[in-house]
């Protein structure tokens, strides 16, 4: 009997753990643009170009080495636009009713393949699985990131040495937050001219999506394996020796920085997180990459990437729902048009709104920072997080921006809320230089927005934090001011708030 094994736009890998079951003789390999998909919610006409592009090169790769791959596209008049509706339509096609997928990367997808009667097999590409994390969590009154980290890292020997971390300690975060110098040039980055594959895609995109949020064009993007390992490659040589020492930095025009980008590739599945680790661990070893660099880049990976898909299987459906603080305001149209006169949220709208990207500390301590001390709607905030970014899947967006952004889960991601006023800002980036606010003020027309949220924030969320040891210094700061400083600082928040 013929079998269907359903491949989804972030399991572009040949070694699927479900084709590990399949017959290449008998079994039909199922392959599905659906608009439903696309549109809820209204992804970045980037992400949508990527992720079909590598799909219809992923099918091509299938083909080649002797899959039977049928390939509903987007265009197909037959199409119902539906995830369910096109597995559906495939077993009545085949007379089957035999589908086995692997485990999705979005709690509503494993439902959707539940109710299909789907066996679900484990994704063997992370370096964890959902098991080992629960079983790791098991009795833990804080599930941090850093102790996860520790037990992959013993289990797997990265970076060690004689049962020890290389160099004597787990985590080199404290040599990794310099601002960045004037005069440091930053490489260029790895790009691919649009083939005839993804040149077809991008006329459907500009076609059927060109009204959703995000720049199509350019587009250079690698959409094969061979690609994505030559991003990857690339990034070791020419970037991962200076990710380290400034990879919390930002810097006006300049999007990647040092960065690797290839997030992107990592949760489509064209990179392995193993060969990744690798491949660090091996320049590193080479003499080529210093070691806080190796270990901040292998930590985002081994880390932090195992360490929020583990929690969002194990927390949720209801991890979606949390709210903590109680954040109810609306998102403000500048996270859509960038038309703010605060010069940092502006840089990073545009750049997010240009490349469907942005790196990790202007995704936490600028976009990110601004939606907590703002109180925006956690839901919202999720949703434009998950639709703007190339690399942004459920599992891994979830924890993030729930967790480490918004504190939205009461701490049991983060030890603390992650927030700054303009003084963090203007410390880690040149974009204070082209703002009409200064971030060293407090009250007045010039002073900068930031300071005001910030210490409004406290202010607001004091009987749920005040009893936070990591924020006791903030509160004793705030404690020692004159009533009636805080009360003007509330007012200049309240002012810009809107209220």
């Given at each position: 009997?013929?079998r ?26 199922l392959m ?6 696309a549109v809820?919610?209204?992804h970045?006409q ?10 219809r ?15 509903v596209?987007l265009?197909d008049p037959?199409?119902t636009?539906?995830f ?24 509503r997808?494993?439902l ?5 009667g ?14 080992d ?29 004689g049962g020890?971390?290389?160099g ?12 960045l ?5 930053v ?9 005839d594959?993804?040149?077809q895609?991008?006329?459907?995109v ?6 959703h949020?995000g720049?199509l064009?350019?587009f ?6 061979a ?7 690339r990034?070791?040589?020419d ?6 020492d ?19 590739y ?6 392995l997180?193993?060969?990744c ?9 080479a ?5 806080n ?18 929690l ?5 459906p209801?991890?979606a729902?949390?709210n903590a ?10 996270y ?5 006169d605060?010069n ?22 600028v ?13 919202a ?14 599992w ?8 480490m ?17 303009g003084?963090?800002?203007?410390r880690?980036?040149d ?10 003020q ?10 005001a949220?910030?210490?409004n ?38 002012q810009?708030?809107?209220?």
């Amino acid at each position: 009997m013929t079998r269907l094994f359903p491949v989804l736009g972030d399991q572009l890998s040949l070694g699927l753990p479900s084709l590990a079951l399949a017959d290449k003789t008998n079994d039909v390999v199922l392959m599905m643009e659906v608009r439903e998909e696309a549109v809820t919610p209204r992804h970045h006409q980037k992400k949508i170009a990527f992720i079909l592009s590598a799909m219809r090169h992923f099918a091509q790769e299938l083909r080649s080495v002797g899959w039977q791959v049928e390939y509903v596209t987007l265009d197909d008049p037959a199409n119902t636009q539906s995830f369910t509706g096109e597995i559906e339509r495939a077993c009545r096609r085949h007379n089957t009713r035999s589908i086995i997928a692997t485990w999705p990367g979005e709690h509503r997808v494993m439902l959707a393949l539940r109710d299909l009667g789907a066996e679900l097999v484990e994704d063997t590409r992370f370096l964890s699985t959902r098991a080992d994390f629960a079983t790791w969590a098991e009795g833990r009154k804080q599930l941090r990131m850093e102790y996860f980290y520790r037990t992959l890292r013993t289990r797997l020997g990265v970076l060690m040495q004689g049962g020890k971390p290389i160099g004597g300690q787990w985590n080199f975060d404290t040599e990794n937050r310099k601002p960045l110098p004037r005069e440091i040039e930053v490489p260029p980055s790895y790009t691919e001219p649009p083939d005839d594959i993804t040149s077809q895609v991008l006329t459907l995109v500009e076609r059927e999506f060109g009204n959703h949020f995000g720049d199509l064009y350019p587009f250079t993007h690698a959409v094969t394996r061979a690609g994505a390992q030559a991003a990857l490659h690339r990034f070791i040589a020419d970037r991962l020796p200076r990710f380290g020492d400034y990879q919390d930095a930002m810097r006006q025009g300049e999007p990647l920085l040092f960065h690797a980008h290839i997030a992107l590739y990592l949760n489509c599945g064209l990179l392995l997180p193993g060969e990744c680790v690798a491949a660090a661990e091996a320049a590193y070893r080479a003499g080529a990459v210093p070691l806080n660099a190796t270990e901040g880049f292998i930590r985002q990976i081994l880390g932090w990437r195992e360490y929020v898909r583990g929690l969002y299987w194990l927390k949720m459906p209801g991890y979606a729902t949390l709210n903590a603080l109680g954040a109810k305001r609306p998102l403000p149209d500048f996270y859509w048009t960038g038309k703010t006169d605060m010069n940092c949220l502006h840089q990073c709208v545009q750049e997010t709104k240009a490349n469907a990207y942005a790196h990790h500390i202007q995704r936490l301590m600028v976009l990110g920072n601004y939606a907590l001390l703002a109180g925006i709607d956690t839901a919202a905030v999720n949703e434009w997080y998950l639709l703007v970014y190339a690399d942004a899947f459920e599992w891994v967006e979830l924890p993030n921006v729930s967790g480490m952004v918004l504190y939205a889960d009461g701490g049991l991601l983060a030890s603390k809320p992650y927030a700054a006023g303009g003084a963090y800002i203007n410390r880690m980036s040149d974009y204070c230089r082209s703002c009409r606010f200064d971030p060293t003020q407090k009250l007045g027309e010039r002073a900068c927005p930031f300071n005001a949220l910030y210490w409004n924030f406290l202010v607001s969320n004091q009987t749920l934090l005040k009893g936070n040891p990591r924020l006791a210094l903030a509160y004793k700061t705030l404690n020692a001011m004159p009533p009636e400083m805080v009360a003007a600082l509330q007012t200049r928040a309240a002012q810009f708030l809107g209220q």
